[in-house]
């Protein structure tokens, strides 16, 4: 099955996948903020664990699971200070670099894909999911910082 092959070629070049995407991603000027406030080990890391556990990503994690990591990615990236718009071309740069590298690899041919479009499907629900509940984590990591400052105005 190419689903299978696919994961399986993805997962154990989840290094190399997370190094382009790095380098990608350092050659990019919409993540120029990102770059300078995030550490590139962390950006990595981050990279690989998508790259490498993605099986478990796609068909295992429930959707309280993507909630509970991305939800904690957003809170940090808001308080790391990161452009939200940063934030999601990043998100949506770590897809693309997955696209990229398995066209490289042949193996997103069109007749090869007609049987496997939930796989396809399962990777899509997955960015989107986690997007959105990165974008959760920013908002209330931001809306606790200004009810925070507003508090402490008040007291002045």
Same mark, same amino acid.
């Given at each position: 099955?190419? *689903?299978?092959?696919?994961?399986?070629?993805?997962?154990?070049?989840?290094?190399? =996948?997370?190094?382009?995407?790095?380098?990608?991603?350092?050659?990019?000027?919409?993540?120029?903020?990102?770059?300078?406030?995030?550490?590139?080990?962390?950006?990595?890391?981050?990279?690989?664990?998508?790259?490498?556990?993605?099986?478990?990503?796609?068909?295992?994690? %429930?959707?309280?699971?993507?909630?509970?990591?991305? %939800?904690?990615?957003?809170?940090?990236?808001?308080?790391?200070?990161?452009?939200?718009?940063?934030?999601?071309?990043?998100?949506? *740069? %770590?897809?693309?670099?997955?696209?990229?590298?398995?066209? =490289?690899?042949? =193996?997103?041919?069109?007749?090869?894909?007609?049987?496997?479009?939930?796989?396809?499907?399962?990777?899509?629900?997955?960015?989107?999911?986690?997007?959105?509940?990165?974008?959760?984590?920013?908002?209330?990591?931001?809306?606790?910082?200004?009810?925070?400052?507003?508090?402490?105005?008040?007291?002045?």
């Amino acid at each position: 099955m190419l *689903a299978c092959r696919m994961i399986q070629i993805i997962e154990s070049h989840a290094d190399r =996948l997370a190094e382009g995407l790095v380098h990608k991603l350092a050659g990019s000027q919409e993540c120029s903020q990102l770059l300078a406030d995030v550490p590139a080990h962390e950006l990595k890391h981050r990279a690989y664990e998508i790259y490498h556990g993605l099986s478990e990503w796609l068909f295992t994690k %429930t959707e309280s699971e993507i909630e509970e990591r991305y %939800t904690g990615l957003g809170m940090r990236r808001a308080h790391q200070e990161v452009p939200f718009s940063q934030l999601l071309f990043a998100a949506h *740069a %770590t897809k693309e670099y997955l696209w990229e590298y398995l066209r =490289l690899e042949g =193996l997103l041919e069109p007749e090869d894909l007609i049987g496997e479009m939930e796989l396809l499907r399962a990777i899509e629900r997955f960015f989107d999911q986690s997007l959105y509940f990165a974008a959760i984590g920013y908002e209330e990591a931001k809306s606790s910082r200004f009810v925070r400052s507003s508090t402490s105005h008040a007291w002045k």
